[in-house]
Each structure stands twice: as structure tokens, then as C-alpha cells.
């Protein structure tokens, strides 16, 4: 267990729809990082928040939008959803913002099917 | 720009062979190199990492990596491998103050 929550699990929706995808991060944790898993594209960055801030942005479609609150979780909010869209979609944290480390620990992350 | 390449989608192979997960990495400044590994409906964990010093870096089971910055190089190795092992291998590179980049994986299945 990597300390690492996110929910849902697995979600099922319809294109044209919304969805949110929450993410707690460990304990102590300040930074959090959103990955979307798919078979062709392999793991892509999308974001990273650290204390409220985003600190860096990857290949995050103008669809999607993050935000990181007060208690530290965060949310992926995906909107006019595609069928491209399908895809386990990860929630990382680590302690620092540079996390110099490396390490990040990883959520069981969240699969998303677009029908 | 950091990238990764794993040059082997899948790499089967028997249990108890040796094994090599190949990772070059391209970047024009210092880098920091990792592997992780992801077993089935898991998410993604820290196998072993390289940040500075010693060139070859182990990790707790047995696999170990040898950073190459002629060879622009990262490869995963073990000597022995278990039925256990059966996981999606990542390698991933991140330059100072950068978010991690993966590779897209090698799955690697162990067969009895």
C-alpha cells in the first residue's frame, strides 16, 4: 500500500460527459502528479500541483483541468469526454515540489472507459 | 527535452535465466535515472534509482542497473529470475526540476 488513494476506481461513461477523478496523497506529502496510462502512448505527464500550486504542466488537453485544495488532495476533471480519452489515469505524490528523489508513490489509479 | 526508450515491448523468459530490460535515455544536461515496476492491477513502484556515485545501483530483490553516460544508457538486469517477477518494467529519467518521463514499459513474463 503506497499511502496513495484514488477514487474511483473504474469508472463507465458516455462521450460528450464529465468526470472527476480524486486523488488523496500520503501523509506529509506536498507535491501531487497526474499520469494518464494508455497502451499507445505509454504514461504521459500531465501535472503536477505542489502546496495548492501547479508547478509544472505536461501534455494536459485544454479538456482537462486540475487543482490541488487546502487539505492537499486533488482532483482530474475531464470534460467532453472522446473515446481517445479512454485510459488508467494515475495519481502520484512525493514530499518535495523538485523531488530530487525521484521517488514518487503511485495510486492504483483510476480506469476510465469512454463508450 | 528528456525522453526514454525501452527498446523491448515484451521480453519473455524462463524461470531461473537471466535477464536484461534494455533503457537508453536522451538529454542534454545531468540526469537522474529510475526504474520502476508495476504488477497487475497495481499502480506503479520504485524499483531502483540512480542520482549519483556508483555507477551500478541494486535494488532489494536481486535486479540491478548500471548507468552508462557514454552509452546514454540505463539497462535493468537480473541473473535469476522468479515466476514472481511477471510485472510491466518502466524506466524513466527526469532532469533537475523536472516531472519524471517514462518509457512505455517492457512487460516482462516469466515462464515455469
Known amino acids: 500500500d503506497s499511502g496513495v488513494t484514488q477514487t474511483p476506481k473504474h469508472l463507465i461513461t458516455a462521450t460528450g460527459q464529465r468526470v472527476t477523478l480524486r486523488c488523496s496523497p500520503r501523509?506529509?506529502?506536498?507535491?501531487v502528479y497526474w499520469y494518464q496510462q494508455s497502451l499507445d502512448q505509454g504514461l504521459q505527464f500531465l501535472i503536477q500541483?505542489?502546496?495548492?500550486?501547479?508547478?509544472a504542466k505536461g501534455n494536459i488537453l485544454e479538456r482537462f483541468s486540475a487543482q490541488q485544495f487546502p487539505d492537499l488532495h486533488s482532483e482530474l476533471n475531464l470534460s467532453s469526454l472522446e473515446l481517445g480519452d479512454s485510459a488508467l489515469y494515475f495519481c502520484?505524490?512525493?514530499?518535495?515540489?523538485?523531488?530530487?528523489?525521484?521517488?514518487?508513490?503511485f495510486g492504483e489509479g483510476s480506469r476510465l472507459t469512454v463508450l | 527535452a528528456q525522453s526514454v526508450t525501452q527498446l523491448d515491448s515484451q521480453v519473455p523468459v524462463f524461470e531461473e535465466a537471466p535477464v536484461e530490460l534494455r533503457c537508453n535515455y536522451s538529454?542534454?544536461?545531468?540526469?537522474?535515472l529510475f526504474w520502476y515496476v508495476q504488477y497487475p492491477n497495481q499502480g506503479l513502484q520504485l524499483l531502483l534509482k540512480?542520482?549519483?556515485?556508483?555507477?551500478l545501483v541494486k535494488s532489494i530483490n536481486g535486479f540491478e542497473a548500471e548507468f552508462n553516460k557514454s552509452q546514454t544508457s540505463f539497462h535493468l538486469r537480473k541473473p535469476s529470475v522468479h515466476i514472481s517477477d511477471t510485472a510491466e518494467y518502466f524506466c524513466?529519467?527526469?532532469?533537475?526540476?523536472?516531472?519524471?518521463?517514462f518509457g512505455k514499459g517492457t512487460r516482462l513474463s516469466v515462464i515455469a
Open positions: 500541483y505542489y502546496n495548492g500550486e501547479e508547478r
Open positions: 502520484a505524490s512525493s514530499f518535495s515540489g523538485t523531488g530530487v528523489t525521484g521517488e514518487l508513490f
Open positions: 538529454s542534454s544536461v545531468s540526469v537522474y
Open positions: 540512480y542520482l549519483s556515485g556508483s555507477t
Open positions: 501523509s506529509g506529502d506536498l507535491s
Open positions: 524513466a529519467v527526469r532532469e533537475r526540476n523536472t516531472p519524471l518521463v
